[in-house]
């Protein structure tokens, strides 16, 4: 079977061009470039969709993340907790602003956050925690809440794996991820669940005072054009990207919902194995949005099934190889080997497979039928 694609950009855009091409269009003819009211209309209409009060877009999900740091008044030396297995760009911009970045392990199932070594790291010099809800699926909100205000600690979302996902709190109320912790950050970066044609990313918050500071950060410290309050950066989303955005979001919700269905019909291939461990959901289904669709096989094979799968021109992905405690950059003496466990397991254990919206059933049986193939020799 040709064409199964990690990613397949080419036939999603097909699908909604003309709409695309007008909009692109629209902005072509009143040539404005930047803030143009493409941006504007964008930011609306994700307000609305993630229920939230205020989204500043900006240039790509890295700044977002740097922005809203930047918003916190944070001193050097204050200290984030994140997660030892995620994107680079959660530790890079900690290090970039001189925070100290506290990493602590994983949850075996979820590959998210572990609430007990939370806990375990928290210190008088805790100002933040930063969950990144992995794969797509959301991580425990309400523990990691609790935690930050027992502690009087300020939580930022990395949500750029998870949009539209929602999440049930234990009294069964739904709240849209990125809505939940103080400030969010995300990415439109093209292969993202919400992407662009081109780099793009928003800040998400509720707090109006926040917002302010955001907003005026983003570009360039100012509230009044030449008058610099803050130390900012220049960091936009283009009109055209926004343009693009705009129409995809009105989809957003059915393309997560394609996504969650290729994810069952895997399920339903690999789920009786008792050598594959299937995406665990902790919760409601609609808290994962599969960004990913990850599996662990035995850390010996994992490496020949990567080989077996690229020889059948199944595209795969190893996110992440390496966990944040052992890159090179962040090596640190703070950071022992002995406390990452699980993050040390799963990188050996895990593979992405095909995930988009345009997979087919056939595909995902093709490519759940090759995986077995392997196993069973
Ligand atoms: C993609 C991603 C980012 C960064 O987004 P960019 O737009 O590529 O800068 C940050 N965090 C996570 C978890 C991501 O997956």
Do not use: W
Not at 209 to 225: D, T, W
């Amino acid at each position: 079977m040709d064409n199964i694609r990690m990613v397949d950009l080419k036939g999603q855009h097909e699908s909604i061009k003309e709409e695309i091409k007008l909009e692109i269009d629209q902005v072509l003819n009143n040539t404005s470039f930047i803030n143009g009211p493409a941006v504007n209309e964008f930011q609306k209409d994700l307000e609305k969709f993630n229920q939230v009060k205020h989204v500043i877009p900006c240039a790509n999900g890295t700044d977002a993340l740097q922005i809203a740091l930047m918003a916190l008044d944070l001193k050097p030396g204050d200290e984030v907790i994140t997660t030892d297995f995620t994107f680079i760009s959660t530790i890079e911009v900690i290090a970039l602003l001189r925070l100290k970045p506290v990493l602590v392990d994983i949850d075996i199932n979820t590959f998210n956050l572990n609430i007990d070594h939370i806990k375990r790291a928290i210190t008088n010099k805790t100002k933040v925690i930063l969950p990144v809800h992995i794969f797509g699926q959301v991580s425990d909100m309400e523990e990691i809440m609790k935690i930050a205000r027992n502690n009087n600690i300020i939580v930022l979302e990395d949500n750029a794996q998870a949009i539209g996902a929602v999440y049930t709190n234990y009294k069964g109320k739904k709240v849209k991820s990125g809505a939940i912790g103080d400030i969010s950050a995300t990415s439109f970066f093209p292969s993202k669940n919400l992407g662009g044609y081109g780099d793009g990313g928003a800040i998400f918050t509720n707090n109006s005072l926040l917002e302010k500071k955001v907003r005026a950060i983003a570009n360039h410290g100012m509230f009044k054009r030449y008058y610099h309050d803050y130390v900012g950066l220049n960091s936009r989303l283009d009109s055209i990207q926004a343009a693009i955005l705009k129409v995809k979001l009105k989809y957003l919700d059915s393309y997560n919902e394609k996504r969650k269905k290729a994810a069952k019909i895997y399920n339903k291939f690999l789920e009786k194995r008792s050598d594959i461990i299937v995406p665990f959901i902790k919760g409601e289904i609609d808290s994962h949005v599969f960004h990913q669709y990850t599996i662990r096989v035995d850390s010996k094979k994992r490496d020949l099934l990567a080989s077996f799968l690229q020889e059948n021109k199944i595209p795969y992905g190893i996110y992440y190889p390496v966990p944040l405690h052992l890159q090179k950059a962040y090596v640190n003496n703070q950071f022992k080997n002995e406390n990452f466990i699980n993050t040390n397991k799963v990188v050996k254990e895990v593979i992405s497979l095909p995930m988009h919206t345009e997979l087919t059933f056939d595909q995902i049986e093709y490519i759940s039928n090759k995986i077995i193939e392997f196993l069973n020799k």
